[in-house]
């Protein structure tokens, strides 16, 4: 029982801390509570039959770690759109085919 | 009878043409897109709406150009540069160009329809890049109704609608030219409600859209739209339910308004 926990609670805890380093930090939430529930099991279990609790310290690291990632990317989340040159520039020259389109269509103005 | 018969003209005119009473010329609506992911809204791209003056040899038209822009750190995942555009009558909002030039992680495609109304035909241009990064052309006419429009065109229609005459309930269909296929969009009055947004709290139209026959958008009335119930018709807030997900659109500032 005590070896399933610690399985879980490092496999919840690593893919927490790779999910907190991407943009998906947001997900990192869900396995960082596993991580942590895993964490108290094995504590909890531990504590009942007096063996070492050596591998708690190395889940709730990890947990911290990925904790701390994913709350300073939602704090200090700024949505900065990325370079739009390309976009601009094909918009500047879809605007100058458009007029050149436009001046050989027939338009009705009361249409 | 002439007398009746110019009448009844007169009104199916009316009722055909609707004079634009919204939409101004540099008007900018900048939006945020976020994506539900396992119950956690992301913000994704910025959409951004505005409208200026084309000046043709001929006339003047007004361009409504849409365009999405992932966030820079989606740009290593799935970077997006979206541009549409319909150059469309001032007055009455009746498309004459509309372009379409994708750019979605690695993928590009451009859509370009030629509208002749009297003849009822539109000549499509589509360009599509292949793997090795040449493109290809692909032209087509297609025929189409009288009032079938873009996508971009509608959604400024749709704003241009007397929404305060309608009652909930109410719906209307509209006609889109998409991918060169004709579609019928729905659009259903639900009710007023007032909703808080960056542009402050404001007293909304609440439209449901729907797609017939298609299953781009699921659900009947998962797809919302709030429309500011004031002469301007803003789309302050959106929500989409998609195959892959749902998400929502919010306004974050509205600029060169009409009224």
Redesign the interface.
């Known amino acids: 029982m005590k070896k399933l926990f610690i399985i879980l609670g490092f496999i919840t805890a690593i893919l927490a801390e790779i999910l907190a380093v991407t943009p998906l930090s947001n997900l990192a939430i869900a396995p960082i509570i596993v991580a942590f529930l895993s964490g108290l099991a094995i504590l909890f279990i531990s504590k009942k039959e007096k063996t070492k609790t050596k591998t708690i310290q190395y889940i709730y690291l990890l947990v911290i770690i990925a904790l701390g990632l994913t709350i300073y990317k939602a704090v200090f989340n700024t949505s900065e759109i990325g370079d739009t040159e390309q976009l601009e520039q094909r918009e500047e020259e879809n605007l100058k085919d458009s007029k050149e389109i436009l001046d050989d269509l027939e338009i009705d103005e009361n249409l | 009878m002439k007398y009746y018969i110019f009448l009844v003209m007169v009104l199916l005119s009316l009722n055909g043409?609707t004079q634009n009473k919204t939409i101004a010329f540099g008007e900018k609506l900048v939006y945020?897109a976020s994506y539900n992911?396992?119950g956690?809204l992301?913000?994704i791209a910025?959409v951004k709406m505005e409208t200026s003056e084309?000046k043709?040899?001929?006339?003047t038209?007004m361009?409504l150009?849409c365009?999405a822009?992932?966030?820079?750190?989606?740009?290593n995942?799935f970077?997006i540069?979206d541009?549409y555009?319909s150059?469309v009558?001032p007055?009455?909002l009746?498309p004459?160009?509309y372009?379409r030039?994708i750019?979605e992680g690695g993928y590009y495609k451009f859509m370009q329809y030629?509208?002749?109304?009297?003849s009822q035909l539109v000549k499509s241009l589509k360009r599509k890049k292949n793997s090795e990064g040449e493109t290809w052309d692909e032209n087509k006419t297609v025929k189409i109704n009288a009032s079938t429009k873009d996508i971009v065109s509608t959604l400024y229609y749709i704003r241009n609608l007397d929404i305060h005459k309608a009652t909930p309930g109410d719906q209307q269909n509209f006609t889109v030219l998409f991918d060169n296929i004709e579609k019928t969009i729905s659009v259903k009055y639900i009710g007023k409600e007032t909703i808080s947004t960056k542009i402050g709290s404001k007293e909304c139209y609440k439209l449901a859209i729907s797609i017939k026959g298609s299953d781009i958008l699921k659900g009947s009335n998962s797809n919302l739209l709030w429309l500011t119930a004031d002469a301007n018709k803003i789309p302050v807030y959106a929500k989409f339910k998609i195959p892959v997900g749902n998400g929502e659109l919010k306004i974050v500032s509205a600029t060169g308004l009409k009224n």
């Open positions: 043409i945020t992911m396992s956690l992301t913000d910025q084309v043709t040899s001929k006339s038209l361009r150009k365009t822009t992932t966030y820079k750190k989606w740009d995942f970077k540069r541009l555009e150059y009558n007055k009455t009746t004459y160009l372009k030039d750019s030629k509208y002749n109304h009297k």
